[in-house]
T-cell receptor, first 111, second 114 residues
């Protein structure tokens, strides 16, 4: 059974700092990996989708990488801002198109 | 605007009562999913459907039921058999037959037992 782990569980950084969130998964037979953002009491907003054949995706200040063979992905946030404060969730899609989620990293960016 | 609509946003259930959460999508997506989220935890899969009139149990299906009579709709019923239903419920959809399999989520329904 696929298991997804996110480290750290919580992170607090000063504004302007670059940061890395980590995601690992146990079964490398994935269809894709997706990073989401969740604000308190809200649904999930898709940030980046990496297909299994890709190594990375970029959107603005966000860059996500995927190393399928080692079962790892990282989300890099450049020049963090207080508006980036949220919970970031990683999910992998298996061959049955089911998403398996990690428990998330709660990010706080201090002004 | 295309998207997923969940209703209601807040729902209160009395002990022993069944309640139904609505999920509608106009993205023409094939697959739809229901997840439960508890505080400080990730999302756990309740049920999913990849085609009309067919659905599969997820990891925590006990005490829940679903139907998929239309491609656009995937309602979730929380039955009285679910002993701890207080949680945040999220619906998602994915297009299966196209190259982009990005998942989209609704804004969620918060269910509270009173």
């Amino acid at each position: 059974k696929q298991e997804v782990t996110q480290i750290p569980a919580a992170l607090s950084v000063p504004e302007g700092e670059n940061l890395v969130l980590n995601c690992s998964f146990t079964d490398s037979a994935i269809y894709n990996l997706q990073w989401f953002r969740q604000d308190p009491g809200k649904g999930l907003t898709s940030l980046l989708l990496i297909q299994s054949s890709q190594r990375e995706q970029t959107s603005g200040r966000l860059n996500a990488s995927l190393d399928k063979s080692s079962g790892r992905s990282t989300l890099y946030i450049a020049a963090s801002q207080p508006g980036d404060s949220a919970t970031y969730l990683c999910a992998v899609t298996g061959s049955a198109r089911q998403l398996t989620f990690g428990s998330g990293t709660q990010l706080t960016v201090l002004p | 605007d295309g998207g997923i609509t969940q209703s209601p946003k807040y729902l209160f259930r009395k002990e022993g009562q069944n309640v139904t959460l609505s999920c509608e999508q106009n993205l023409n997506h094939d697959a739809m999913y229901w997840y439960r989220q508890d505080p400080g935890q990730g999302l756990r899969l309740i049920y999913y459907s990849q085609i009309v009139n067919d659905f599969q149990k997820g990891d925590i299906a006990e005490g829940y039921s679903v139907s998929r009579e239309k491609k656009e709709s995937f309602p979730l019923t929380v039955t009285s058999a679910q002993k701890n239903p207080t949680a945040f419920y999220l619906c998602a959809s994915i297009a299966l037959l196209r190259g982009n399999t990005e998942a989209f989520f609704g804004q969620g329904t918060r269910l509270t037992v009173v």
